[in-house]
């Protein structure tokens, strides 16, 4: 499958009092555990590379200015994602998108794992690609859902929550979505159905 650097949160040992950070300390920490994910979400989204990093520049931005108001009902990385998918959607959806004509895609070769060594890289390369062709080809309500359960190791529950939509209707998309990669790399020939 796909080698992508996978962020973990730490547990939280409910004995050990953590230190207070400054909100720019917090920031930085942000920036270093999930830049690479919110990054790689944001191009799901918008197939291009540089405008994902604008998304996820903003949404940091954003968490920041909001962190005041952050109700702490999910983890920081649920809220982050969050965030970064409504800019998505939001930017998706803007004025600016319909009259302009977006970039081919070049699925995902511009954000390759920080730690893979180059022979990993060239081993995995083209069935990735060939994988993430299939899954962008996919409406955005089905992408989201395999992007967020396979590649960012969400639970259906946290996914839910993160889209605003009932676990039974994840399970539905996810169980669609499935189907129709299915149907996509068995009637192209790939080379991942044998």
Same mark, same amino acid.
């Given at each position: 499958?796909?080698?992508?650097?996978?962020?973990?949160?730490?547990?939280?040992?409910?004995?050990?009092?953590?230190?207070?950070?400054?909100?720019?300390?917090?920031?930085?920490?942000?920036?270093?555990?999930?830049?690479?994910?919110?990054?790689?979400?944001?191009?799901?989204?918008?197939?291009?590379?540089?405008?994902?990093? /604008?998304?996820?520049?903003?949404?940091?931005?954003?968490?920041?200015?909001?962190?005041?108001?952050?109700?702490?009902?999910?983890?920081?990385?649920?809220?982050? *994602?969050?965030?970064?998918?409504?800019?998505?959607? /939001?930017?998706?959806?803007?004025?600016?998108?319909?009259?302009?004509?977006?970039?081919?895609?070049?699925?995902?070769?511009?954000?390759?794992?920080?730690?893979?060594?180059?022979?990993? *890289?060239?081993?995995?390369?083209?069935?990735?690609?060939?994988?993430?062709?299939?899954?962008?080809?996919? /409406?955005?309500?089905?992408?989201?859902?395999?992007?967020? *359960? *396979?590649?960012?190791?969400?639970?259906?529950?946290?996914?839910?929550?993160?889209?605003?939509?009932?676990?039974?209707?994840?399970?539905?998309?996810? =169980?669609?979505? =499935?189907?129709?990669?299915?149907?996509?790399?068995?009637?192209?020939?790939?080379?991942?159905?044998?």
């Amino acid at each position: 499958m796909i080698s992508k650097e996978r962020t973990e949160e730490l547990p939280q040992n409910p004995n050990h009092k953590q230190p207070e950070l400054t909100a720019d300390e917090l920031v930085e920490e942000w920036i270093r555990e999930y830049s690479h994910d919110l990054k790689w979400l944001a191009y799901s989204y918008v197939k291009d590379y540089s405008l994902a990093e /604008d998304l996820t520049q903003e949404a940091f931005i954003k968490a920041y200015q909001k962190y005041s108001t952050f109700k702490q009902q999910s983890s920081v990385k649920t809220w982050l *994602y969050k965030i970064t998918i409504n800019l998505c959607k /939001d930017h998706l959806k803007s004025s600016y998108i319909k009259r302009v004509i977006r970039k081919s895609t070049e699925v995902f070769r511009n954000i390759p794992s920080p730690h893979a060594t180059p022979e990993e *890289y060239t081993i995995h390369k083209s069935e990735d690609e060939e994988l993430l062709e299939h899954v962008l080809q996919l /409406d955005n309500k089905y992408r989201e859902i395999i992007i967020l *359960y *396979y590649f960012e190791e969400f639970e259906i529950k946290d996914i839910a929550q993160l889209l605003q939509v009932s676990m039974n209707t994840i399970k539905t998309r996810l =169980r669609r979505a =499935r189907q129709l990669l299915q149907e996509q790399l068995t009637s192209g020939g790939s080379f991942l159905d044998e």
